[in-house]
T-cell receptor, first 113, second 111 residues
Framework: DTAVSQTPKYLVTQMGNDKSIKCEQN?????MYWYKQDSKKFLKIMFS???????INETVPNRFSPKSPDKAHLNLHINSLELGDSAVYFC????????????FGSGTRLTVV | TQLLEQSPQFLSIQEGENLTVYCNSSSVFSSLQWYRQEPGEGPVLLVT?????EVKKLKRLTFQFGDARKDSSLHITAAQPGDTGLYLCAGARGGYQKVTFGTGTKLQVIP
């Protein structure tokens, strides 16, 4: 049973398109996150939701919109994709706040051409 | 501005050697986590340390949190090829314990 699962694993799309990445966790955690990992492997937080409420919203373009229909799901929708959006996007969850540590999904490699 | 600097950035060693990875910051953290990430996968949590001066051991891995809770180290004894990967430290602080990741250390253990 996968604890944090995100789909798709790979996403190749053209500039200007709109795409979504889905994430689900079956750990009963209250908090979910989206992180972006760049080509230098640096992980930067984008969003965090606690029990469906947005609690962290870093400096991310408005083209990125998270949506949490319930506390087990956190999806990421990206409008008008740009070349610079190419990266690996990770979903993660934690029991309540990130102090104890995260459980990460296996990532979605987004390539914008 | 990187809040958490890791050193070294890259490390290539022979099987059986010992190594230490450092994670340094000018900020105080309420807890510090270490992760290992393998290619094509997400980071996997190895340990969380919360008390200044705390030492935790996980088989051949020893983790230490600095007394002032600003830095941490990871020591691996008798490295194995299975230890190969990207090691990331991450510090938590503030409301909802916002986590900032370090710059990463890429370790290669040669058989």
């Amino acid at each position: 049973d996968t604890a944090v699962s995100q789909t798709p694993k790979y996403l190749v799309t053209q500039m200007g398109n709109d795409k979504s990445i889905k994430c689900e966790q079956n750990l009963g955690h209250d908090t979910m996150y989206w992180y972006k990992q760049d080509s230098k492997k640096f992980l930067k937080i984008m969003f965090s939701y606690n029990n469906k409420e947005l609690i962290i919203n870093e400096t991310v373009p408005n083209r990125f919109s998270p949506k949490s229909p319930d506390k087990a799901h956190l999806n990421l929708h990206i409008n008008s994709l740009e070349l610079g959006d190419s990266a690996v996007y990770f979903c993660a969850s934690s029991p309540s706040g990130a102090g104890p540590g995260y459980t990460f999904g296996s990532g979605t490699r987004l390539t914008v051409v | 501005t990187q809040l958490l600097e890791q050193s070294p950035q890259f490390l290539s060693i022979q099987e059986g050697e010992n190594l230490t990875v450092y994670c340094n910051s000018s900020s105080v953290f309420s807890s510090l986590q270490w992760y290992r990430q393998e290619p094509g996968e997400g980071p996997v949590l190895l340990v969380t340390v919360v008390t200044g001066g705390e030492v935790k051991k996980l088989k051949r891995l020893t983790f230490q949190f600095g007394d002032a809770r600003k830095d941490s180290s990871l020591h691996i004894t008798a490295a194995q090829p299975g230890d190969t990967g990207l090691y990331l430290c991450a510090g938590a602080r503030g409301g909802y314990q916002k986590v900032t990741f370090g710059t990463g250390t890429k370790l290669q253990v040669i058989p």
